[in-house]
């Protein structure tokens, strides 16, 4: 085989990689046909870009009345753009991967952040009426508010939370905090410790072992 069909293989064989490779990482949230025919418009792009390039070359080089080697010009072309598509398949695989962790982070904060009002609100409400708890829970939402605050931008960034999502997440969390509050064989007691522990910071997100190493990831993440 000639060096120029070594060539035509070789980058036949990228374009393959790299169309998989954006299929199974980028676009793998999409719909099956929607995304195989961006990864197949994205990894074979560079043949696209090789043509236009040599044509054009072609072109002016009639024009010029100058001998032009065509193919020589497209597999030129068509290296140059595959080793571009294949530096940023991998950079946008990478920022896909930052994306997900810090959604997955922020999710968990989130859900930890409104169990403190919500399990306050249903002490109050189906138990006893307890407003050293509500004051302690509102307390702690004043701490938390430059990181839940962050938070909420880390998810914006991230992609945002649909009404669904958000939704889903409401009820899940208001069934758990009811399910954990009904447990307690003295569910009054229970709430009233919840206060202290409130007061006291035990639950705040940066101390709890849960939820700290998540925060400090979110705080220290510089949202781009």
């Known amino acids: 085989m000639s060096k120029r069909g070594i060539a035509v293989v070789v980058l036949l064989i990228v374009s393959v990689v790299v169309m998989i490779y954006k299929a199974e990482t980028s676009y793998q949230h999409l719909a099956a046909a929607t995304k195989w025919a961006r990864s197949f418009g994205y990894g074979f ?13 072609e ?8 001998t032009h080697n065509f193919t020589r010009s497209l ?20 920022k896909d991967q930052d994306r997900e962790a810090l959604r997955d982070d922020a999710m968990l904060l989130m859900g930890a952040g409104a169990a403190v009002p919500g399990v306050a609100a249903y002490c109050n ?41 958000k939704d889903i997440i ?15 064989p003295d569910k009054a007691g229970y709430c009233r410790e ?26 220290d993440f510089k949202l781009r």
Not at 75 to 94: K, Y
């Open 170 to 184: 409401d009820r899940m969390a208001f069934a758990l905090l009811k399910k954990e509050v009904e447990a307690q």
């Open 75 to 94: 597999l030129w072309a068509t290296g140059v753009f595959a080793v571009l598509m294949v530096v940023g398949a991998v950079a946008a695989s990478v």
């Open 194 to 219: 919840m206060g202290q522990a409130l007061d006291q910071g035990i639950l705040d997100l940066s101390r709890r072992e849960d939820t700290a190493p998540a925060l400090q990831r979110i705080m």
């Open 59 to 66: 072109g002016w080089s009639r024009m010029r009345k100058r």
């Open 45 to 57: 792009s560079p043949w696209v870009i090789g043509l236009t390039v040599a044509a054009i070359k």
């Open 125 to 165: 409400k189906y138990v006893e009426p307890n407003q050293e708890l509500l004051s302690a829970a509102k307390a702690w939402n004043r701490r938390h508010k430059a990181q839940l605050q962050q938070v909420i931008r880390a998810i914006k960034w991230a992609g945002g939370l649909s009404k669904d999502e």
